[in-house]
């Protein structure tokens, strides 16, 4: 099974080839931070503006992870597939550790039973991920937020510091009380930022790039 940037954004873009065929807002959450980027920088058309939360992109895969091989691999996957294992990532997912309930535990373990699951992230682990990225960030031309919870344990905060430095037009919202998962820990404040960072695109630049905008707040 060939999984890997590629094939992700490929995937996307033919997805937004037939469905969408209009500049977006595109928002990338940890992971899908650095596909947002990739995609972004490959169709720069598609992308009219970035938001990037709590996203990876600076920080590079371990090299030996290209060469694992089996039975590694499958034991790797079994590994993060443990109840116990899911379960305290979770923990240090959130400053508050009441969100980690049964049913969020439930959801983010619905991809688990794909049957393909685990090829698939064996496959993506060997393709390198997206090690490759860290050097073309500093070429991101959209307007980009970045929103940082600040108390996140998994991405280090100093990351948000670097894509701030690296991209020419940028917001940096550092969301307090709030640790790797802004989009649900602090969705509020979340959307209300995307909301009011999309507002701030002129109605010339919004109409040159095919958007268009409901009401929204201006004010930071």
């Known amino acids: 099974m060939a999984y890997s940037p590629t094939q992700i954004k490929t995937h996307l873009h033919c997805f937004w080839q037939q469905m969408i065929q209009r500049p977006v807002t595109l928002v990338g959450a940890s992971m899908g931070g650095a596909a947002a980027l990739d ?48 379960r305290w990532i979770s923990q240090q997912a959130y400053c508050d550790r009441s969100f980690v309930t049964a049913d969020a535990e439930c959801c983010a373990a619905l991809h688990l039973q794909d049957p393909n699951w685990s090829s698939a992230l064996i496959a993506f682990t060997k393709s390198g991920g997206y090690n490759f990225l860290y050097d ?35 917001q940096l919202i550092w969301i307090s009380d709030c640790g790797h998962v802004p989009h649900l820990e602090q969705a509020d404040i979340t959307a209300q930022s995307i909301l009011e960072f999309q507002a701030r695109l002129s109605p010339a630049t ?13 004010d930071p």
């Not at 990876?56 to 597939?81: H, Q």
């Not at 031309?141 to 020419?168: C, H, V, Y």
């Not at 919004?206 to 201006?218: D, I, V």
């Open 39 to 86: 995609f972004a920088l490959t169709y720069p058309e598609a992308v009219a503006q970035l938001v990037l939360i709590d996203s990876s992109g600076f920080a590079p895969s371990p090299i030996a992870s290209k060469f694992i091989m089996p039975p590694l691999d499958r034991w790797a996957t079994a590994f993060l597939a443990n109840p116990k294992v899911r």
């Open 136 to 170: 073309s960030i500093q070429t991101i031309s959209q307007p980009t937020l970045i929103l940082w919870g600040e108390a996140d344990k998994i991405m280090n905060r100093r990351d948000a510091l670097k894509f701030a430095a690296a991209i020419a037009q940028n």
């Open 206 to 218: 919004l109409e040159q790039r095919g958007l268009s905008l409901g009401s929204a707040h201006t």
